[in-house]
T-cell receptor
Framework: EAGVAQSPRYKIIEKRQSVAFWCNPISGHATLYWYQQILGQGPKLLIQFQNNGVVDDSQLPKDRFSAERLKGVDSTLKIQPAKLEDSAVYLC??????????????FGPGTRLTVL | LAKTTQPISMDSYEGQEVNITCSHNNIATNDYITWYQQFPSQGPRFIIQGYKTKVTNEVASLFIPADRKSSTLSLPRVSLSDTAVYYCLVGDWSNDMRFGAGTRLTVKP
């Protein structure tokens, strides 16, 4: 079974530039998560999708971050414009998303973003 | 959301049993306890999940006392490859589980 795919693996940009990350979840997984992990900290949930609807985006800085999950499969996370403090690893995860159960999340390898 | 508290770091030696305890005093009735493991440059990986008493799988055991206000992840006979960060999460399917800072386990030869 293929895992969660993310691209690119690494990205270096200058502040105020824009950047986009792509995630392809495990086939059949209804729930998709985007996390931000700053060095030395645990992952912070940015947004959670159930199919193509947003379940939780309470910690997403909406003035600069946006995410979409068209057709309930792939997802993109965009930052525009980037700030120095956005330097982090951006992790995508997916789970079956069956209601009434607590699903195991499967994580991708992450995208390491460096903002100069 | 239930808040969790774990030790920041722990050291052990190869072949020893390691127990990592997580406190979650305000755990709710419907909450489950889940542990993840994260190696450097990788995403977290599910280890084990439980609701009460004891759960065991091929890699770990999870002990949960009757009051469920804490839980202990037990790793039998650790090896160098068990060096990682271990996260305790508490929640149910209807709310978010938040990752804390985790416990950095270092296994020495």
């Amino acid at each position: 079974e293929a895992g969660v795919a993310q691209s690119p693996r690494y990205k270096i940009i200058e502040k105020r530039q824009s950047v986009a990350f792509w995630c392809n979840p495990i086939s059949g997984h209804a729930t998709l998560y985007w996390y931000q992990q700053i060095l030395g900290q645990g992952p912070k949930l940015l947004i959670q999708f159930q199919n193509n609807g947003v379940v939780d985006d309470s910690q997403l800085p909406k003035d600069r971050f946006s995410a979409e999950r068209l057709k309930g499969v792939d997802s993109t996370l965009k930052i525009q414009p980037a700030k120095l403090e956005d330097s982090a690893v951006y992790l995508c995860a997916s789970s079956l998303g069956e209601r009434g159960t607590l699903d195991e999340q499967f994580f991708g390898p992450g995208t390491r973003l460096t903002v100069l | 959301l239930a808040k969790t508290t774990q030790p920041i770091s722990m050291d052990s030696y190869e072949g020893q049993e390691v127990n990592i305890t997580c406190s979650h005093n305000n755990i709710a009735t419907n909450d489950y306890i889940t542990w993840y493991q994260q190696f450097p440059s990788q995403g977290p990986r599910f280890i084990i999940q439980g609701y009460k008493t004891k759960v065991t799988n091929e890699v770990a055991s999870l002990f949960i006392p009757a009051d469920r206000k804490s839980s202990t992840l037990s790793l039998p006979r650790v090896s160098l490859s068990d060096t990682a960060v271990y996260y305790c999460l508490v929640g149910d399917w209807s709310n978010d589980m938040r990752f804390g800072a985790g416990t950095r386990l270092t296994v020495k030869p």
